[in-house]
């Protein structure tokens, strides 16, 4: 029945099989039958797809119909295959329909929402206000808005009489007694795309290391949103940025390493769930229909919480690499929970006659 059919939309040049393990190993029939394809093997004429999926322990290709819903993970701004998916199978039964966020974008919707004041100051790069906002003392992250994992992500920093540019090191890769080259060398560095100015915000000690927390938050088999969990990034020594990590920690261990009591572990880690699902909950309302984000914490020394970076496209590898089986098998199992709750959901509108 297409009602059993839980779709995987993938890049293509990506393994479909690869995918399919993934989620098959947390997935043993309860939750329907999944399959990948690709945007390529959609039949639009005769409402097919060419999919792979198991048949036992076989792979087999196979022509489908179209499913009751469908996961989407292409790493992309493009909508267009995903709006067109929705036309056929109906509105709201595909979901992470953009999972490529552009930042400045996040930061004015989450800006109107009630986690606004967990947001460091952000602005977009513009030479104007590089320099009114550059004061001696002050240290800023510039970003791509369309950047993913730390590429060309600097920080900006002014002394006395100087201008330092970092490329991850707290030791400037560059530094200038005047600003036009200053702003000349950064300009080439970010290679003309647009791009966001952040405050620097305070980050977890852990002796010589820093750290933020890396937090997932998923739609569950009710539909709400929930706090998955999550892990520490702790960065190698004298390095500000985690993208290139030396470990993970759990994050009652990295906050216990940072000096706060185990007595305070508890709420903050409920803050963070907190925050998590409040900045899911408001970006679906004005972005389109996710299932899952995550968002990197920056935690200060009173215990606040702070939103460096909201992503729609979590990375497999770093949750696998927490040696932590509860969080890996909840991450997994957790979209099919919710893709199962849409095809139920789509069962019970067509019994009673409506479109979906």
Partial sequence: MATDLIGFLVKSGISQRNYLQKYLKYNPGREGKLFAFTYKGVDWERKVIRGLCRRGKKWVKRTIPFPSCVINKRFTTKTRACRRLEREIGK??????????????????LHASPVRPYLPFTVPLENRRLRALLNPGSSWFVKPRNGY?????????????????????????????DRH?????????????????????????????LAEIRFFVQ?????RWRGTGGFAKVSYPDVHLTNHLSHMERIPEVLKQSGFEESRHEGIIEKLQKVGTQTAAHLER????????????GVDREGKP??????????????????????????YSRPLQYAAYLTKKKRRRQKHGHRS
């Fill in 286 to 297: 004005q972005i389109g229909h996710l299932g899952e984000i995550t968002v990197d914490f």
């Fill in 306 to 331: 702070w939103i460096i970076e909201v992503n729609g496209f979590p990375s497999t590898q770093l949750i696998e690499e927490s040696e932590n089986p509860m969080l890996i098998r909840t991450y």
């Fill in 92 to 109: 709201g039964f595909v979901f992470n329909v953009k999972n490529r966020f552009d930042k400045w974008v996040v930061y004015k919707i």
């Fill in 149 to 177: 994992k730390g590429k060309r992500v600097y920080k900006v920093s002014r002394g006395p009489a100087v201008f330092h540019i970092h490329t991850g090191s707290n030791t400037p890769a560059y530094s200038f007694k």
């Fill in 181 to 209: 080259s200053f702003e000349a060398k950064l300009r080439s560095l970010v290679g003309g795309a647009p791009c966001i100015m952040q405050r620097e915000i305070p980050l977890l000690p852990v002796k010589k290391q």
């Fill in 219 to 223: 739609k569950d088999g009710t539909g």
